[in-house]
């Protein structure tokens, strides 16, 4: 090896040590202040997907003292945005990453929202629900907020997207597609709701945000009339115009019981 082969290679060790360093400091929850600022200040000036990834590990934790931590996460948010679209790949990686389902997004999304134009947003939102699936999670806030900011784009990829995960494992997810589809109004997602409603494996908690949904948006039930007025909880019909009515009659002490 060349001598400046060699220079090369140890100045690459020291650059990785000092990047493995920084990445301790920047996530450590019980950590100096100073130490996370050090840590925020060196990642932005390495920049490049290395400095992005290393900014993004600052959303990875929430310490003690929460106007701190808010502080810190506008500052490396702010900084982010200011890298423009270039900080795309690290945001993919970071919503790809093997341990998915237990990092915190919401930051993250923020930065997506704000540096990229809707139609590449779309897409990799939908690449990250198609990855994590609707298998049953134990902790189902990350998909709770990939399916409500998908909701917020104005696309076709939208409503196919969601419709699976009205039949995901766990019902809070159930409920945000639910709502997702009930925003975007599109009726491609009424017999897939119809569907869900007269399962008879649906709860009956879930059924009846389904049959509030539909009385809502005015969707017809045609074609499942009889299946969803067996269906339907206590208060609730439907119509000659074959329209959901009524008020599921245990809707006040569930409200209360929450």
Do not use: C
């Not at 104005?154 to 159930?174: C, G, K, N, T």
């Not at 009889?226 to 000659?240: I, Q, T, W, Y």
């Amino acid at each position: 090896m060349s001598i400046s082969g060699w220079l090369r290679m140890q100045k690459d060790k020291r650059r990785e040590k000092a990047i493995l360093h920084h990445k301790k400091h920047i996530k450590s929850r019980f950590g100096q202040g100073e130490d996370r600022h050090r840590a925020i200040q060196f990642f932005e000036e390495l920049g490049g997907k290395q400095g992005h990834l290393g900014l993004l590990e600052r959303f990875m934790v929430s310490v003690d003292q929460s106007i701190r931590d808010e502080e810190e996460k506008e500052i490396v948010f702010n900084i982010l945005v200011g890298f423009g679209a270039e900080v795309m790949p690290a945001i993919e990686n970071y919503l790809y990453r093997k341990d998915a389902a237990n990092v915190p997004i919401t930051w993250p999304l923020k930065v997506l929202d704000a540096v990229t134009e809707p139609r590449e947003a779309v897409g990799i939102i939908v690449r990250a629900l198609d990855r994590i699936g609707t298998n049953y999670t134990r902790e189902p806030e990350r998909k709770v907020l990939l399916v409500s900011q998908l909701a917020e784009y104005d696309d076709p990829r939208v409503v196919p997207a969601l419709i699976p995960f009205l039949r995901d494992h766990r019902d809070e997810v159930q409920l945000e597609a639910l709502s997702a589809l009930a925003k975007n109004e599109d009726e491609v997602a009424r017999e897939s709701v119809l569907e869900l409603l007269v399962d008879e494996q649906t709860p009956l908690r879930l059924r009846a945000s389904i049959a509030d949904t539909l009385q809502k948006l005015r969707w017809s039930v045609r074609g499942y009339r009889k299946k969803v007025e067996e269906a339907l909880p206590d208060g609730m019909h439907v119509d000659r115009s074959g329209r959901i009515k009524g008020r599921w009659i245990h809707a006040s002490s569930e409200e209360n019981d929450e």
